[in-house]
């Protein structure tokens, strides 16, 4: 009797108001990001805007059954190697790094905590993955695109400027598909009758020297590929490139839309929708080895008229029909 008592009692106090039943407790899941930008940027802030909305979208409220901890950090190995160790001994449920070097640094500490990433160029050959089909680790996410990407941006840059003979590639030599990518441009250069050559800088100063050093030959022509150095200093970038009369493509269209000739390239907003959706599945018990790493289903291709006037060029027309965005 009393046994039956007790019983009584304990459920009454489980169904009484502001007693929660465990098993209605909803776990808060907790969701590291790491990201290799100054938390001010605009343009970066547009790409977690995006995130966070793919999120939502999902089902995952910050605040609510998500707990998401942004660590921003300088774009330089050594500094994102030390907050990635931060990051990692706090615990995660998953991370999310933008770019290839936030992903290698995470991929040296931890093999267990599932990694998503956009913005890197070859995973494969950086050894992130084992294939794109079945990444095979804790790492999977979205590439900016195979290399031929670089060469479709060489052809463009030839088509608004028929001039040049010479391209010079910008690109940040600690980044291993960067160089892979200078190759493959490299290798595509002479059926458009072009001389390609790479004009390493890792930092600010060494992309003024770099840009500098390429004087003002009306013969040359320059691509500016997408890393965190190149976007951080697109403003350094877009001016000397302007002073010194160079034409310019870049790949991510913030340079266009902030002064810079053209841009071709993913869409990286949408990419950031994706990422989140693949968070989304891994929260929900999916395991990163058997999500493929997508490559970008949308290109977005900007020309910038008043950056042509500038320069003198005169946009072809089917280049202009092409066009995704046309600035006045």
Known sequence: MRRRKFITLVGGLLTWPGVVRAEQIEKIRRLAVLMP???TDPEIQRWLTAFMEGLRQSGWIEGGNIRMDTHWTAPDAATIGKVAAELIDRKPDVIFAGGPLAVAALRQ???KIPIVFTGVADPVGSGLVASLARPGGNITGFTVGEFPVGSKMLGM???IVPQITQVSVIYNPEQVPQVGRLAAIQTAAPSLGLQVSGASAANAEEIRQAIENLGTDPTRGVIVLPNPVTIV???IIITLLAHQRLPAIYENSVFAREGGLISYGADR???MRQAAS??????NGANPAD????DPTKFTLIVNIKTAKALGLAVPPELLAAADEVIE
């Not at 999500?291 to 997508?294: A, G, S």
Request: proline content about 12%; hydrophobic content about 35%; charged content about 25%.
């Open 269 to 271: 907003p949408a990419q």
């Open 233 to 235: 200093n697109r403003g």
């Open 291 to 294: 999500l493929p790493v997508q």
């Open 278 to 283: 693949y968070i989304d599945r891994i929260l």
């Open 157 to 159: 840059l030839k088509q």
């Open 109 to 111: 500490m931890t093999k």
């Open 37 to 39: 930008f100054p938390e």
